[in-house]
T-cell receptor, first 110, second 114 residues
Framework: QKEVEQDPGPLSVPEGAIVSLNCTYS??????FMWYRQYSRKGPELLMY????GNKEDGRFTAQVDKSSKYISLFIRDSQPSDSATYLC??????????FGKGTTLSVSS | GAVVSQHPSWVICKSGTSVKIECRSL??????MFWYRQFPKQSLMLMAT?????????EQGVEKDKFLINHASLTLSTLTVTSAHPEDSSFYIC??????????FGPGTRLTVT
């Protein structure tokens, strides 16, 4: 079993839809959870960062961490064509390198 | 804040030559920087962890003599691909960590070896 599992998609939604992206993990020692957005041929951009369990909201984006289930989610409300990108979940223990999921490719059509 | 730059953004070199890629944290100090490689439609693969003033730690399967990493200051790390071959063609991305958890990525360097 890989440490971090993420459905690669692709995921296609119409503009305005609510998007749900998910990752599961196996290492219960992970404490830091992040979501990155990556456009084609660009470096990943940090979208959301969460420490331990709980929810975090930033504009149209909400990140959730459920450590008991080893499951994290990113919700995008009112999705826009500009949200079309690859979304990568990543997580780590304190002071260690990030472990990435494979990324989910999202396409939002107008 | 938390901006990381890379130079060059794109480089083409001939087989057998060496290429140096720079990674700079522009508005923060980073004791730790990371180098990743990404092939098309694949996720990031960690190559090495670079700590300022000490030797880099390489991931299993990454040749340390081929991918030379130097982290000479708190804002600069370099990756040198020595004797590059076409199979080294890839997208190389660095990241820098200002605290113990968050990481910020550079824009990446596309290397093409002909």
């Amino acid at each position: 079993q890989k440490e971090v599992e993420q459905d690669p998609g692709p995921l296609s939604v119409p503009e305005g839809a609510i998007v749900s992206l998910n990752c599961t993990y196996s290492n219960s020692a992970f404490q830091y959870f992040m979501w990155y957005r990556q456009y084609s041929r660009k470096g990943p951009e940090l979208l959301m960062y969460t420490y331990s369990s709980g929810n975090k909201e930033d504009g149209r984006f909400t990140a959730q961490v459920d450590k008991s289930s080893k499951y994290i989610s990113l919700f995008i409300r009112d999705s826009q064509p500009s949200d079309s990108a690859t979304y990568l979940c990543a997580m780590s223990r304190a002071g260690t390198a990030l472990i990435f999921g494979k990324g989910t490719t999202l396409s939002v059509s107008s | 804040g938390a901006v990381v730059s890379q130079h060059p953004s794109w480089v083409i070199c001939k087989s057998g030559t060496s290429v140096k890629i720079e990674c700079r944290s522009l508005d923060f100090q980073a004791t730790t920087m990371f180098w990743y490689r990404q092939f098309p439609k694949q996720s990031l693969m960690l190559m090495a962890t670079s700590n300022e003033g000490s030797k880099a730690t390489y991931e299993q399967g990454v040749e340390k003599d081929k991918f030379l990493i130097n982290h000479a200051s708190l804002t600069l790390s370099t990756l040198t691909v020595t004797s590059a071959h076409p199979e080294d063609s890839s997208f190389y991305i660095c990241s820098a960590r200002p605290t113990s958890d968050e990481q910020y990525f550079g824009p990446g360097t596309r290397l093409t070896v002909t």
